[in-house]
């Protein structure tokens, strides 16, 4: 297993550029199976996700190529096989966007329950609502989706949920209904970005969909998903807005100043509100993004939801960024309210963050020290990172396998701004010596009276003496 070594408090400055989606390119890749034909994506970003879909989608009787460095041509060449198996499937949660082209396509799909970054409660009920209503015929038996339908058919569906809409769910269905007979209305449809990526795609091929990027969406359903000519067989992926906040975040930790390349600030309008009302300033002039930060980090209450509002996939990161703003903030997550896995992780470098409900509340502190931290998931590796951009000292990052899974070469970029961050292997001799503090540390802690106390139990360090006074401490005398 990798981990991170990260020397903090150097500045970030010069210029990268932000891959392609993952959040689109997901889905994309996998309506390819309702595609008949082939088609050659551009920016395809490299991770784990994308590899791991490809190794589902080819077992689904996809055929892949990998032509320039981020472009792939897929095409299916084989439509027997329906079956989605949870050794693949349980690794992202995106994988369950195979369940409604199958099933559009193939007439029956057998997919195992999804798995993903564990952020919390992520039930699928609203996909199968969705696709019963088109008239599958739904099963969960042994922890697999048994659907089937001979011919989806036009229904009107309401995806609202408890926490607003269904991401994968909206674009399952969406394919879904775009190869059903007749018109289908979605009521209360995601509207993030990579939905409308994926509506867009799917309209390219011939469907008919209207309404992306609102939560009322009509299609009409059509016979086939095809490029109508050569200019109808490429497609472009949109920038990732997580990475780009990503990066922004991490420049206005170590106040420095950064040139982002293919961003779409046209999606980030919440995030850059928020980041402007904190004190980072951030332009746009020909196509370059320049972030930067002006003076100390000011505090702030905010609250993720559905887009166009703060992603909850930036509330980690952001909240690594405000661990060091002068004074309170809170931070509610509307959208997975158990999301604060990395909290405990931010607390150990020195942030002092209080959870209350889906609400964390942060004490800003002057400064955070590097440690030892462990990344749970996807994005709170991403807010570790950050976090240890700026803290005085190294940090070992460990479990950084959830960050290969959604960020392409972060380390890569980072050091091209001019981090001082590498990937090791995580093994005792790679953790810095700053984070194993050695017997003659202890030693020395010995004669501190201060520190005395916490590391008495070590006989052959503080003598016996100190040893008899834990047994009878333990003894209760
Ligand atoms: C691969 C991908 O694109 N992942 C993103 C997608 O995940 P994903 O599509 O899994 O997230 P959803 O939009 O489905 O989940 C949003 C909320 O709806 C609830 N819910 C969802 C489905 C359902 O059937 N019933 C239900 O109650 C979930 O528990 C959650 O509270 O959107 C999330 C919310 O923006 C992001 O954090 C993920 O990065
Ligand atoms: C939560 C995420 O991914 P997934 O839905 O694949 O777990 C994410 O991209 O932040």
Do not use: W
């Not at 693949?88 to 409604?100: D, H, P, T, W």
């Amino acid at each position: 297993m990798d981990m991170f070594v990260v020397k903090g408090g150097r500045p970030l400055s010069g210029r990268v550029r932000v891959s392609g989606a993952k959040n689109a390119a997901l889905p994309v890749m996998a309506a390819m199976l309702a595609v008949d034909g082939p088609v050659l994506l551009h920016d395809v970003p490299h991770l784990v996700d994308v590899r791991t879909l490809l190794d589902l989608l080819s077992r689904l009787g996809l055929q892949q190529e990998r032509l320039e460095d981020q472009s792939l041509r897929l095409e299916v060449t084989d439509t027997d096989p329906c079956l989605a198996e949870y050794d693949l499937v349980r690794k992202m949660r995106a994988s369950i966007c195979v369940l409604g082209p199958l099933l559009a396509r193939r007439g029956r799909a057998c997919v195992s329950l999804p798995g993903g970054c564990n952020i919390g409660d992520r039930p699928i009920d609203l996909h199968l609502k969705g696709l019963r209503a088109l008239g599958a015929e739904i099963q969960i038996e042994r922890g697999y989706i048994f659907a089937e339908a001979e011919r989806l058919k036009g229904a009107h569906i309401y995806l609202g949920g408890p926490f607003g809409s269904t991401v994968t769910g909206t674009c399952n269905l969406m394919v879904a209904a775009a190869l059903a007979e007749g018109t289908t209305t979605i009521e209360s449809a995601a509207c993030e970005p990579e939905v409308v990526d994926l509506g867009n795609f799917l309209n390219q091929l011939g469907a008919r969909i209207k309404g992306l990027g609102t939560p009322f969406l009509t299609i009409e359903g059509v016979d086939r998903l095809q490029a109508a000519g050569p200019e109808q067989q490429q497609y472009r992926i949109i920038p990732d807005r997580i990475e780009a906040a990503t990066l922004m975040m991490a420049v206005a930790m170590t106040s420095g100043k950064i040139e982002l390349e293919n961003v779409d600030l046209r999606v980030l309008t919440a995030v850059v509100e928020k980041l402007r009302e904190l004190g980072v300033q951030i332009e746009e002039e020909q196509g370059v993004i320049t972030v930067c930060r002006v003076g100390a980090l000011r505090p702030t209450d905010c609250c993720t939801l559905p887009y166009p509002g703060i992603p909850t996939d930036v509330q980690a990161q952001l909240m690594a960024l405000l661990t060091t703003a002068g004074g309170m903030s809170v931070i509610t997550d509307k959208v997975f309210p158990d999301r604060f896995m990395h909290a405990p992780e931010l607390v150990r470098m020195g942030a002092h963050i209080r959870r209350e409900g889906p609400s964390a509340i942060i004490s800003g502190v002057s400064q955070l020290s590097g440690a030892n931290v462990m990344a749970s998931d996807l994005r709170a590796s991403a807010a570790l990172v950050i976090a240890a951009l700026a803290a005085q000292g190294e940090s070992a990052i460990r479990r950084i396998y959830h960050l290969d899974r959604g960020y392409e070469q972060l380390e890569c970029k980072l050091q091209q701004l001019g981090a001082d961050i590498n990937r090791v292997q995580e093994t005792r001799e790679n953790i810095p010596a700053s984070l194993l503090p050695d017997l003659s540390e202890l030693e020395q802690a010995a004669h501190d009276e201060r520190l005395r106390k916490f590391v008495a139990p070590r006989p052959h360090l503080f003598g016996a003496q100190a040893v008899d006074k834990q047994v009878v401490d333990k003894s209760g005398r």
